[in-house]
């Protein structure tokens, strides 16, 4: 089973376009990070939220700590925005400390 | 600023040779991770670190090693009896959290290691 899933694996839109990337997850007790990973390998944060909704420029990123479902919103999509997109909930162990885990990733092209 | 450095972005190894990616911290974390990424795959973890000189075996160890000497480093050595070592390599840390805490992770910049 895996822990974490996002939704879709690969999305492609026109830009402009108002983008939604998905993320549920079994595991972990509060807190997601979405991270952004531009070809050439190198991991940014975008955002880290335990609850409801944060926003940083046209990035988007909401919460349900009950539901354990989260979602990063992109609007006016741009090329520049062409990346993949992994959710991480980090996961307590019994002892102290969190493990992450990562989604696959959504791989998001945008088109001119 | 605090951060995570991972040295060097790109290595080149020939085959049957041991290599040590370098993570270094100063953000004070107690935890480490080390990941692995294959072309169109998610991040799998190999090995985490929640204290100094302690580590644990993740998903895929197998053919690779670590420690934890001091709290600022933990460095990931591929040996040579990792099958397909070509990959991305990630690195990340997050401070101690308890059941109900929230911790940010940080993350270094990545080593992509081919193996020729």
């Not at chain 2, 995570?4 to 270094?24: A, D």
């Not at chain 2, 974390?29 to 302690?54: C, E, F, K, T």
């Amino acid at each position: 089973k895996n822990e974490v899933e996002q939704s879709p694996q690969n999305l492609t839109a026109q830009e402009g376009e108002f983008i939604t990337i998905n993320c549920s997850y079994s595991v972990g007790i509060s807190a997601l990070h979405w991270l952004q990973q531009h070809p050439g390998g190198g991991i940014v944060s975008l955002f880290m939220l335990s609850s409801g909704k944060k926003k940083h420029g046209r990035l988007i990123a909401t919460i349900n700590i009950q539901e354990k479902h989260s979602s990063l919103h992109i609007t006016a999509s741009h090329p520049r925005d062409s990346a993949v997109y992994i959710c991480a909930p980090p996961c307590t162990p019994e002892w102290y400390g969190n493990k992450l885990v990562f989604g696959a990733g959504t791989i998001l092209r945008v088109k001119s | 600023d605090g951060g995570i450095t991972q040295s060097p972005k790109y290595l080149f190894r020939k085959e049957g040779q041991n290599v040590t990616l370098s993570c270094e911290q100063n953000l004070n974390h107690d935890a480490m991770y080390w990941y692995r990424q294959d072309p169109g795959q998610g991040l799998r973890l190999i090995y985490y670190s929640q204290i100094v000189n302690d580590f644990q075996k993740g998903d895929i160890a197998e053919g690779y090693s670590v420690s934890r000497e001091k709290k600022e480093s933990f460095p990931l050595t591929v040996t040579s009896a990792q099958k397909n070592p070509t990959a991305f390599y990630l690195c990340a840390s997050t401070p101690p959290g308890g059941r109900g805490m929230n911790t940010e992770a940080f993350f270094g910049q990545g080593t992509r290691l081919t193996v020729v």
